[in-house]
C-alpha cells in the first residue's frame, strides 16, 4: 500500500467494547481540522461507528503490514468538544479500572455526543431531474426547499415510502444531494409542569370510590398544589377523577413552565435560610485553612471532618463563592440528588442560572445541553451525584466530595469505579485543592489525614452550641415476648416524644437481610475461622460459606457459644414496625419510607415534606433517611435494629455499621430542643456499639485500624476482586478454579522478584446466581497499588489465552466494597 508520508494518522477511541484504541489515517482536506476531542465517523468492519481522537501525529503508528490501513470518514466536530483533561482521566480510568477505554469515554460522555449521529442531506444540484422518478423529484423538492432534510424528517414525511434509504443512496451517487452529519441539537422544549389544586371537597363522595378518597387524601396534605404526575403514580384512575372533580369546580389546574433543568421535585418547603450565616468560629478557622490552598495552584486533598449538624454546607457554599469569584468553577459531588433536595435548594438559592444540578433522572436531550453548557463555561457551580465527576468544567478550581465514605460513589456494575477515588485524580491532574467531607469518614480518607497525607479539617461542635444527641441502648436479648421489635423503653420515649408534640425517627437496617444467622439468646452469630468475616447463610444449599476464602460448614443444630437456642435467619420489615406503632400509637399519622415504597423523586420530597410540615409524627425509614437529612423537629431516632449490617460478610462491616449509625443519630436535634437515640442491640458490649454510643468516631477508627493492620486488610493492602460468570454452572465452576491455578502460578512467578499478591478462594459469590448468570470470585491482595496493577494485567493477558476461561466472562472490581 503506497502512503504519503506526509499524511498524518489518528488514535481513535471507538465508542464500543474494543479492548484496543484504532489508527486512521487522517484525509488531507480534514487534517487541519483534526484535533484531539473531536469527534469522528470511521470505518469499523462494514459498518460506520463514531469515535473520539485521541492523538494526532505524522509518525505511523505501530499497526501489522499486512493491515489495511482506512481512512476516517468525517469529522463531526469543526472543535474538539471533550477537554483535553477528561480524554487523560478517561485513560486513566481504562487502566486503573481494566476497562476499555472506548467504552469509558462512553460512559462519560452525555449520548448525545456519542451516539452515531443523524445523517442530513442537502441539496447539490438540481438540474437534469427528468431522468428521475416521481418519488426521487418529490425527494429533491423537499430537501432544497428546506436547505437541508434530516433522515427522520424525511422519514415523517415519506411514512409510507418503503426503500427511502435506497433512494437516497442512489440521489447521492448521482450527485443530486450530499450528506453530511449533524447533531441534534436543538434546545430542548421547556416542559411543562401540570399540577392541581384542591379547592374545595366534594359535596357527596360516592362511599366505595377508594380511588377518589385517596386522591382527597393526597391533594389535602399540598396546599401548594400536587402534579398530575405523581398522582397519576399514586392513585388509580387519577385522570378521571381529576376531570370529574374540575367539572365539579372542586379543583383548579395550574400550568406552569419550567426549564428542563431545574429542580423538578418540590423544594418549596425545604428550609430556607437568612442570608450571611455568621459563622461560627470552627467554620471561619475551616476556612482560613481552605481558601488559600485554592489560590496556590496545587493539588491538595482535605479530609472535612465535621460532626453531624456542624454546618459542613455552608462551609462548602463559601468554598464555592471565593472559587466563582477568582473565575474558577467548583464541582461538588454528592451520594445522591433526590434525598438531598435541600442540598439543592441552598444551592439553587446562591447561585441561581450558574448552578447545574446532574443527576440520573435527567432526560437525555437535558443532559446533553447541561454538559454543553458546563463546558461553555455557563454554569460554573455543577452539584451532582457519582457521573458528574466527568463533568467538562472550565477552568475547576476545586473539587468537593460530600460524604465521601458514601457507598453510592462506587458504581457496582459493568465500569466499577469509584468517583471519590476519580475525583482525587482529578483534582491531582488538574493541580486544584479537594475536600473530602464527612461525618464519619472512610477508613482509607481518615488514615491519610492523621498520617498527614492529606490536611485534616474539624469541626468537633455543632452549630449554636447545640449539644450532640443522648445516646441509651436496649440490650434486646432482655426483652420478652411481644416486644421483640419495638422495646418498651422505645415504645415509652415514642410515646412521650409524641406527646410533648415532638418528632420521631425510627431506623430499621435492613442491609445484610436474613443473610446470616443469629443466636437469639446470646447474639452470637457464625464467624470464619480464618477470615474474621462472619460466614453467610445460604439458604438453598442450607449450608455456611465463608466468601472470602470459601471456607464451607453445615448449618449448626445449636448455639456454639450457649448452646441453646436454634440460629435463626434474622429480619423484618418496615411494614412491620408499623404495625407494631400503630398498637402503641393508633392516632400517630407516620410516613414509611424505603426502597419498597419509594419510586421516584417526586415522592421522597412528598413523604418529607409531610415530616418537614410537621403532618406527620414519626418517620419510619431504612438507609434512605439515614442521611444529610436536616429535620429541627426530630428529638428522637430510634435504631430498631442496631446489629444487622455488623454481620454481613465483609471486612468492612464494622465500619459502615459505624459510620450508618452515627449518621442515623445525626438526625436527632438538629433543632432548638436536644436529641435523644435509642440504639437496640443484641450485642451492646460490641466495640461498634460502644463507639456509636460514644459517638466518638475518631476513637473508633483508631480501635479498627490498628485490627485492619494486624489481619492486613485495607487501607494497608489493597484489593480486587476477579469475578467469573457465565450461563453454565460447571463451566463457571471450572473457570473459576483455572483463573485461580493461573493467579497462584504467576504470584509464584511475582514472588521469585520480591513481588507479593496473596490469592484467596475461588468461592461461589454470596449472590452465586444473576439474572441466569453463576458467579465465583476470587480476590487479590497486594501491598502496593503497582504490584496489583502489573499482576492483574498479566493474569487478564493470561486468561485470553486459556480454552477455559474463553467459556467465561471475566470481569474486575478494583478496591471492592462489598463482596456480593
Ligand atoms: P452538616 O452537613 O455538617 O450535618 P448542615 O450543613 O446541614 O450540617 O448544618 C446544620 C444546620 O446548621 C443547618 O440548618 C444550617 O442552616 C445551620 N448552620 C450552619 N452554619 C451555621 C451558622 N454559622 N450559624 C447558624 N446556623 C448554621
Ligand atoms: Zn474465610
Known amino acids: 500500500m503506497s502512503e504519503d508520508a506526509s499524511l498524518l494518522w489518528a488514535e481513535v477511541a471507538v465508542f464500543s467494547a474494543l479492548e484496543k484504541t484504532l489508527h486512521y489515517l487522517v484525509p488531507e482536506e480534514l487534517a487541519p481540522l483534526t484535533a484531539v476531542g473531536a469527534r469522528v465517523l470511521v470505518p469499523l468492519g462494514r459498518r460506520q461507528s463514531t469515535g473520539l481522537v485521541l492523538h494526532v501525529s505524522s509518525d505511523p503508528p505501530p499497526i501489522p503490514k499486512d493491515v489495511k490501513a482506512r481512512f476516517i470518514h468525517s469529522l463531526l466536530d469543526p472543535s474538539p468538544v471533550v477537554p483535553r483533561e477528561l480524554i487523560e482521566l478517561c485513560r486513566w480510568i481504562s487502566s486503573y479500572y481494566f476497562y476499555p477505554l472506548g467504552e469509558v469515554l462512553q460512559a462519560s460522555l452525555p449520548s448525545g455526543l456519542t451516539n452515531p449521529p443523524e445523517p442530513f442531506f442537502r441539496l447539490l444540484s438540481s438540474h437534469h431531474v427528468h431522468g428521475l422518478s416521481g418519488v426521487s423529484r418529490e425527494l429533491l423538492d423537499s430537501i432544497g426547499r428546506k436547505r437541508g432534510a434530516g433522515f427522520k424528517a424525511l422519514q415523517r414525511q415519506f411514512p409510507s415510502l418503503k426503500n427511502l434509504r435506497t433512494h437516497l443512496n442512489r440521489l447521492e451517487a448521482e450527485g443530486f444531494i450530499e450528506r453530511v452529519h449533524v447533531h441534534e441539537d436543538s434546545l430542548p422544549a421547556p416542559k411543562i409542569l401540570k399540577s392541581v389544586r384542591l379547592l374545595r371537597r366534594p359535596e357527596n363522595i360516592p ?9 382527597l387524601e393526597f391533594l389535602e396534605g399540598q396546599e401548594g398544589g400536587s402534579l398530575v404526575s405523581d398522582l ?29 433543568e431545574t429542580c423538578e421535585t418540590d423544594c418549596s418547603q425545604a428550609l430556607c435560610q437568612e442570608k450571611d ?10 476556612l482560613n485553612l481552605l481558601l488559600p490552598a485554592m489560590d496556590s495552584g496545587e493539588f491538595k486533598p482535605f479530609v472535612l471532618f465535621g460532626v453531624t449538624g456542624s454546618g459542613k454546607t455552608e462551609v462548602y457554599l463559601r468554598l464555592a463563592e471565593h472559587a466563582l469569584k477568582a473565575g474558577r468553577s467548583v464541582l461538588l459531588l454528592v451520594p445522591e440528588i433526590a434525598l438531598s433536595t435541600q442540598l439543592e435548594a441552598l444551592f439553587q438559592k446562591r447561585f441561581g442560572a450558574r448552578l447545574a444540578v446532574w443527576h440520573s433522572g435527567l432526560p437525555s436531550s437535558t443532559r446533553y445541553h447541561m454538559w454543553q453548557e458546563i463546558h461553555q463555561g455557563k454554569r460554573r457551580v455543577v452539584l451532582g451525584v457519582r457521573s458528574a465527576v466527568f463533568m467538562p468544567l472550565k477552568n475547576p478550581g476545586l473539587i468537593i466530595v460530600d460524604e465521601e465514605h458514601d457507598s453510592a460513589y462506587k458504581q457496582e456494575d459493568r465500569l466499577r469505579y469509584n468517583a471519590r477515588d476519580v475525583a482525587l485524580m482529578r483534582a491531582s491532574s488538574l493541580k486544584i485543592p479537594i475536600v473530602l467531607g464527612s461525618a464519619t469518614p472512610s477508613l482509607q480518607t481518615f488514615l491519610h489525614g492523621t498520617s498527614g497525607n492529606y490536611g485534616a479539617v474539624q469541626l468537633r461542635e455543632r452549630v449554636l452550641e447545640r449539644p450532640l444527641p443522648r445516646m441509651e441502648t436496649v440490650d434486646m436479648r432482655r426483652e420478652r415476648g411481644r416486644q421483640r421489635i419495638l422495646s418498651h423503653h422505645l415504645q415509652k420515649a415514642l410515646v412521650e416524644t409524641v406527646e410533648a408534640g415532638e418528632q420521631a425517627l425510627l431506623f430499621l437496617n435492613r442491609r445484610g437481610f436474613a443473610t446470616f444467622l443469629l443466636c437469639n439468646a446470646c447474639g452470637n452469630v457464625v464467624q470464619c475461622s480464618g477470615c474474621s468475616v462472619s460466614m453467610t447463610y445460604h439458604q438453598q444449599a442450607a449450608r455456611l460459606l465463608c466468601h472470602y476464602c470459601g471456607e464451607k460448614r453445615p448449618l449448626p443444630e445449636k448455639c456454639s457459644q450457649c448452646g441453646a437456642a ?27 419510607m424505603d426502597r419498597d415504597t419509594v419510586t421516584h423523586p417526586g415522592q421522597i420530597a412528598r413523604l418529607l415534606n409531610r415530616m418537614r410540615s410537621q403532618e406527620a409524627q414519626i418517620l419510619i425509614g431504612t438507609q434512605m433517611v439515614a442521611k444529610g437529612h436536616d429535620f429541627p423537629h426530630i428529638t428522637l431516632v430510634g435504631v430498631v435494629n442496631a446489629d444487622t449490617s455488623l454481620q454481613l460478610a465483609d471486612f468492612r462491616a464494622g465500619e459502615t455499621t459505624v459510620q450508618l449509625l452515627i449518621q442515623v443519630a445525626g438526625r436527632a436535634g438538629r433543632g432548638t430542643k436536644p436529641g435523644r437515640v ?53 463451566a463457571t465452576e471450572e473457570g473459576a478454579y483455572r483463573l485461580a491455578a493461573l493467579c497462584r502460578e504467576m504470584a509464584h ?13 475461588p468461592s461461589p459469590a454470596p ?20 504490584d496489583l496493577q502489573t499482576f492483574t494485567q498479566a493474569v487478564l493477558e493470561e486468561s485470553g489465552r486459556d480454552p477455559v476461561l ?15
Open 806 to 820: 474463553r467459556r467465561v466472562q471475566l470481569s474486575t472490581d478494583r478496591d471492592p466494597l462489598v463482596s456480593l
Open 207 to 215: 362511599s366505595r370510590s377508594k380511588n377518589l378518597l385517596q386522591l
Open 566 to 592: 436454634p440460629l435463626l435467619p434474622f429480619g423484618f420489615g418496615t411494614e412491620r414496625v408499623e404495625e407494631e406503632l400503630r398498637q402503641i400509637l393508633p392516632h400517630t399519622a407516620t410516613v414509611r
Open 277 to 286: 450565616l455568621e459563622l461560627t468560629g470552627e467554620q471561619a478557622e475551616a
Open 678 to 730: 435509642i440504639l437496640q442491640t443484641y450485642n451492646p458490649a460490641h466495640y461498634t456499639m460502644e463507639a456509636v454510643r460514644s459517638m466518638d468516631y475518631g476513637n473508633f477508627c483508631h480501635t479498627e485500624l490498628e485490627s485492619r493492620q494486624r489481619l492486613q486488610y485495607p487501607p494497608y493492602t489493597r484489593l480486587l476482586k476477579l469475578l467469573v460468570t457465565s450461563h453454565k454452572e460447571k
Open 767 to 786: 449472590l452465586a446466581k444473576l439474572k441466569n448468570r453463576y458467579r465465583w470470585h476470587i480476590f487479590l491482595k497486594a501491598w502496593t497499588s503497582r
Open 749 to 761: 512467578r511475582f514472588r521469585g522478584e520480591n513481588r507479593h499478591v496473596a490469592v484467596l478462594g
Open 232 to 260: 397519576r403514580r399514586s392513585v388509580s384512575n387519577a385522570d378521571y377523577w381529576i376531570r370529574k372533580l374540575k367539572d365539579e369546580g372542586c379543583l383548579e389546574m395550574v400550568t406552569r413552565e419550567v426549564p428542563r
